[in-house]
């Protein structure tokens, strides 16, 4: 079993910028591909980064590229999501996750855990 826990949101002017941060337990993270999902109110809990195991392969969603950045630090047990640009429809609840399988991957069904999410908040 794997426990998560996001840390890091909050209220940004647009334009800003914001690092998430998702400590998980045990002692097996470093066999887990991890990823980063967002769900505003009403909507459907989308996909925005993945990150494999080793940290080599990273994917992202078409709307953040080049403006988010995923990474983790497997001594720490902790994956990053760095927002920069920030713009108000990247307002959502973002959820860390996290794979037996070791390689990254997009789709949220392949997740075996889940966070309980951070606020994230953008202002206009």
């Known amino acids: 079993q794997v426990q998560l826990v996001e840390s890091g949101g909050g209220l940004v002017q647009a334009g800003g910028s914001l690092r998430l941060s998702c400590a998980a337990s045990g002692r097996t993270f470093f066999t887990y591909a991890m990823g980063w999902f967002r769900q505003a109110p009403g909507e459907e809990r989308d996909f925005v980064a993945a990150i494999s195991s080793s940290g080599a392969i990273t994917y992202y969603e078409d709307s953040v590229k080049g403006r988010f950045t995923i990474s983790r630090d497997n001594a720490k047990n902790t994956v990053y999501l760095q927002m920069n640009s920030l713009k108000p429809e990247d307002t959502a609840l973002y959820y860390c996750?996290?794979?037996?399988?070791?390689?990254?991957?997009?789709?949220?069904?392949?997740?075996?855990?889940w966070g309980q999410g951070t606020q994230v908040t953008v202002s206009s």
């Open positions: 996750a996290a794979t037996k399988l070791g390689a990254a991957t997009m789709k949220r069904m392949n997740y075996d855990y």
